[in-house]
Every structure is written in C-alpha cells, then in structure tokens.
C-alpha cells in the first residue's frame, strides 16, 4: 500500500462538480444563459424531485486556519439583519424565473458559522423562503453547527421550522492539533450539542473529522474515533485535509508544510480510522463518508440514488441546486454559476435588482457524458456503458488504455462495459476520475491548482 499511495498521491480534484471550477470556460456564460439553464432545470425536475436549496452564511468570529471557504471574520452581529435581507431579496429575483410554486426537497445552511446567526434571524430567513415556496415530502433541512456556539435555541427553533439534521465540525480532540487549526473545542462542548440534536428529535446528527491535520499523529485519530464512536452520531465525514496555501485569504498560513504527516502516515491514519468506524457499525458511502446502516445516506447508496454535489453527498437527486449568498455556487444540471465573493459587491447587485452571479459554465453534450461517469464513480464505485449508448463517448477506448496500469495495481476491475472499484481501491477514486476529466488532461495546469489525492 505505501509504494501505491507514493505513486498516484498527485494534486487532483475532489470532483463536486465536472468540469471542475478551473476549467469552467466564463467566456461563454452569460447571466441570460445561466438563467435560461435554471428555467430549463425547474421545469424538468419541479414536479418530480423538486429542488435544492444552499444558502451560504459566511460570518465567523475567529479564524480556523484549516478551513478554505470563503468567510469574514467579525464578532459584530449588526451585519445579521442585512445579509438575510439580501438573502431573501437573491431568492425573490430567482423566483421570477419560476413559473410555479417551487418545491424544496432539500435545503442546507452552510458557512462560515451558521450559529453565528441568532435562532431569531435563522428562523426570519427561513420563513421567508417558504412564504413563496413548498416544502417537499419527507424535505431534508440540514445545517452545520459550531459545538461552540450552537445553543438549545438554535436546535429547537431550526428544529421547528422543519429542519431534522445537523452536522458539526470536530476535526480532532487533541489539544496541540485543536490550537494549530485555531478550532478549540473539547469534548463536552460536541456532546452537549449532540445530546440536545438527538433529544429534540434530529432525525440524522452528523460529525465531521479530518485527518492529515497539521501535527496530528496516529493516536491523536484513534483517540478521537473513541470518542466520536462513544457519542454514536449517525454520520461521519472523514475528509482529507486539504493543504492549499496558495489559495488567497484560506487561512492556511499558520503552519508549514514540514507540520503535516507524510503521506504515507496520511495514509495510516485515514487506514486505522477507516477500519474502527467499520468495526463500531458504519458503512462506507462514496468518498470520506460513513453512515449507520439505518441512515438516509446508507439506504440512497443501497438503492443507487445516492448524489453529489457542492454540498457534498446526498440522499436527494435534485437535478436544480440553487446557491444563495456570497460565493455559493449554483448547478441547473445543464450549467453552473458562481456568485460575486464581496458582501458590498452582492449587495449592490442586488439593490439592481441582478442575481449576483459572475462566473459560471454550460455544459456541453461531452461535460454531460463525462459528469455523470465520474457521479458514479463518487457515489457507486463503479460505471457502465453500452457501445454508442448515451454514456459513450469517442475517447472512452482511450481512457480505458490509460486505467489499464491502476487495474494491474488492484485499484480497479474494467469488463467489456463496466468499471469497477474493489474495496482496496477506494481511496484512490480521485484518481480513477482524473483518467475521465478530458479538460484536465487536455490542458495540464501550469501550477498546482488542487489538494493532493492522497
């Protein structure tokens, strides 16, 4: 295993979208053809699986220097009011688009902090949503809350507006990892949050851990799978770190690269926390993620319905997501669209009363066919094809040329129509889809552009 993470631990994308972001081509997007492209999803997929909603929320109050999203750090609440008012405003022009009551089959909170709002304004933003809007049977409302600051009010009041998950952001219990990412919290802070979630009735309570982290060691992961495990959550994201310096304003100048574990002890550490949450019960779904067997997840990938997108993994197939706020990014399945990154920026769009995307790419019939081999890949480690079918595409003889070395490394099973991933070949799903990704491989990056795979 070590000479197999040496040789294929290269910089590739974590692929929640295709083309990735660096290949969008912004030259032919235009703000008339990104919403003739959202127009066109709606009317597809309202009736049937309805739409989704991410509404991104990007006020922190201190700085967590393993984090790469695009945040402002403040501790003035002032700016809460303003913003859901832009919110709501971005949501309104979308609805002019609509020419029907949109049905929400799914709705995520992200951040930034998320709590940073209070329990008050959250439920102002999410009643406005719904004052023009349907929420779907069986809807799945989530939100990623801070152990630190996520209080009773906040669970009970999200709680009541329809909301049945959370997630929080552990990463990991020791001390010197916890003060090197600036993300102290202990232990009790994350039960707390947990044990009022499950007693409010929190249909699916999710933690997120990350190893790789700067001077995080073997026994650090083993210590905060015990406790992970002892609180039971019903989701577990087990993500890579992603050391991405290069990246203006990620935070990720406070340690060096001489502070990471080698790849190989990456490799270990991801190995032994692999292995404990399958001993304590939980399933491996797609990519960095495990769920108990009872959990929605678990039962989407049993039933091949499992999706991915720039939320992540999940257990609806909204063919439209639309992103609401600064940065969020938005996918009508035939196109995506980035919003401006600025607040001041966003908001003078809005006062135009423009949608605030600046950068976006439509997808042509190639993107369409490659997007959704590398989808299977992600969410069902494995997929098909039929000669000159709908998923066939003129260099696909050439793509399975290029598999042939990861196939005699064990990594990947290839049959007349079919490509398979054995369980030892997993963690390298990254790789497999860069063998698809004809943009980047007809035009290599000049400059590392992504995280390392391994």
Not at 103 to 125: A, D
Not at 275 to 299: K, P, R, S, W
Not at 373 to 396: D, V
């Amino acid at each position: 295993m070590s000479s197999l993470v040496q040789k294929y631990n290269v910089a590739g994308p974590r692929y929640t979208s295709y083309p990735t972001v660096p290949y969008w081509e912004e030259s032919n997007f235009t703000k008339d053809s990104w919403e003739s492209s959202v127009i066109r999803s709606f009317k597809e997929s309202n009736h049937k699986e309805g739409i989704s909603l991410y509404i991104h929320l990007p006020f922190c109050e201190a700085m967590c220097t393993f984090c790469g999203c695009n945040k402002r750090i403040t501790v003035n609440h002032k700016v809460e009011l303003p913003y859901i008012t832009n919110l709501l405003k971005e949501w309104s022009l979308y609805l002019t688009l609509f020419d029907e009551v949109p049905v929400i089959s799914e709705l995520h909170l992200g951040g930034g902090t998320p709590t940073f709002f209070s329990p008050e304004h959250l439920k102002r933003l999410i009643d406005g949503i719904f004052k023009f809007a349907i929420k779907g049977k069986n809807a799945a409302l989530s939100f990623e809350g801070h152990p630190n600051n996520t209080t009773k009010d906040h669970l009970k009041t999200l709680h009541e507006l329809g909301f049945n998950r959370v997630s929080y952001g552990v990463q990991d219990y020791n001390l010197e990892v916890q003060k090197a990412i600036h993300r102290v919290q202990p232990f009790e802070n994350v039960q707390r949050a947990t044990i009022n979630a499950r007693k409010l009735g929190y249909e699916s309570i999710g933690h997120d851990l990350i190893y790789g982290l700067p001077f995080q060691k073997q026994e650090h992961v083993i210590h905060t799978i015990e406790q992970t495990i002892a609180l039971k959550p019903d989701r577990i994201a087990f993500y890579s770190y992603a050391f991405v310096p290069w990246i203006k304003g990620n935070g990720q100048r406070g340690f060096s690269k001489d502070n990471l574990p080698s790849p190989d002890e990456k490799r270990a550490q991801y190995e032994i926390g692999k292995q404990m949450l399958e001993d304590a019960g939980y399933i491996e779904i797609g990519m960095d993620h495990f769920a108990l067997v009872t959990d929605e997840l678990n039962i989407a990938m049993e039933s091949k319905k499992l999706h991915r997108n720039f939320m992540g993994y999940s257990a609806s197939s909204s063919q439209a997501m639309i992103g609401l706020g600064v940065s969020s990014i938005s996918d009508s399945w035939y196109g995506f669209a980035q919003n401006v990154k600025s607040i001041t920026e966003y908001k003078k769009l809005l006062d135009q009363d423009i949608i605030p995307v600046y950068r976006g790419h439509l997808l042509n019939e190639e993107d369409l066919i490659i997007r959704k081999h590398i989808l299977n890949l992600m969410c069902h480690f494995e997929t098909r094809w039929e000669p000159h079918g709908t998923l066939y595409f003129k260099e696909l003889p050439d793509v399975l040329i290029s598999l042939k070395e990861m196939e005699e490394d064990g990594i990947l099973l290839i049959d007349s129509n079919r490509i398979t991933v054995p369980e030892s070949g997993r963690g390298f799903v990254r790789n497999i889809c860069m063998a698809f990704d004809l943009r980047l491989k007809r035009k290599k990056p000049d400059t590392q552009l992504f995280s390392m795979t391994v």
